[in-house]
């Protein structure tokens, strides 16, 4: 996915010299002349044909009126109107946007510093029994035990067989809004171990079939797991404050239409 910058002359030299509130567009809308979408279309923004997002600087002086965004012109000076459910907002952003690149989300680490970094930690929580573990010189480094592979439903026994799963992909969070967060926070999210399903020991091959993919391209192979799994991707997405694109959304409520109820919604 790539982004388009949707600014005028005026509108990027204040991006670039200052923090902004920006709009995310990732729906074609009308930019109207006033807080009144009976009044002239200024403008239409959107998605293009390969899928980039766009974005609109709000004017912070006047930001919002009778349920509109008051935003920059994309195709000059001035100013028009768009309506604010449309679109995700970003406020006090320093950017300009980065495309992604895996190296920002700092990953494994040690947070406690207790000779484990990330995937080995949820290697030792994830293992059924014991583990093997050996000693480096400056890590810990598990490399036996017994695993059982939610989305496959295989066991494994070698560590290597197997990745440690961002059950949201960085790269999916990453489009969903991750881009605009700061290092610390992308650096807590892809190290995260406080939720116990945001991180999972999983077949390496299966990992890599996954990819990046949302629930409208990719379920596990494993069909009694697909409820837990959807839920699961919500929840984070929600818990993290993440875009749930209409494609992802409709998958998952086709998933969790056959599903027992849990009584609590998604």
């Known amino acids: 996915m790539t982004l ?5 002359a005026a509108a990027a030299l204040a991006w670039g010299s200052a923090s902004a509130d920006f709009l995310e567009v990732r729906r074609t809308m009308h930019v109207y002349e006033s807080a009144d979408r009976s009044t ?21 002086e006047e930001p919002l009126e009778n349920g509109y965004y008051r935003v920059r012109l994309p195709t000059g000076p001035g100013y028009g109107y768009v309506y604010r459910t449309a679109w ?21 680490i040690d947070v406690d510093r207790n000779c484990l970094n990330t995937r080995d930690e949820v290697l030792v929580r994830d293992a059924t029994g014991a583990v093997q573990q050996v000693q480096g010189a400056s890590r810990c ?17 070698d560590a290597s067989d197997l990745d440690v799963d961002h059950m949201v992909p960085l790269k999916n969070a990453h489009d969903s ?7 610390q926070r992308k650096q807590d999210y892809a190290n995260y171990l406080d939720d116990p399903v945001h991180l999972l020991a999983v077949s390496a ?6 990819s990046d993919k949302g629930p409208n391209a990719y379920l596990p192979p494993n069909e009694a797991y697909r409820c837990e799994y959807v839920r ?8 993290w404050g993440l875009d749930i694109p209409s494609a992802e ?3 998952a409520e086709s998933v969790l239409s056959a599903c027992p109820s849990t009584g609590g919604g998604f």
Not at 4 to 8: A, E
Not at 141 to 157: H, I, S
């Open 4 to 8: 388009r910058l949707l600014l005028g």
């Open 40 to 60: 002239e279309v200024l403008a239409t923004v959107g998605p293009g044909v390969d899928g980039e997002v766009s974005i609109l600087l709000i004017d912070r």
């Open 232 to 239: 699961n991707w919500l929840d984070i997405k929600h818990a």
């Open 205 to 210: 091959s299966e990992n890599r079939r996954k």
């Open 88 to 108: 995700r907002r970003y406020a006090d952003f320093d950017g300009p946007y980065q495309p992604y690149d895996r190296k920002a989300y700092k990953h494994w």
């Open 249 to 251: 959304l409709e998958a």
């Open 141 to 157: 480094r598990v490399v036996g035990g017994v695993w059982l592979d939610p989305y496959t439903n295989t066991e494994f026994a």
């Open 177 to 183: 809004g991750a881009w605009a967060w700061s290092k």
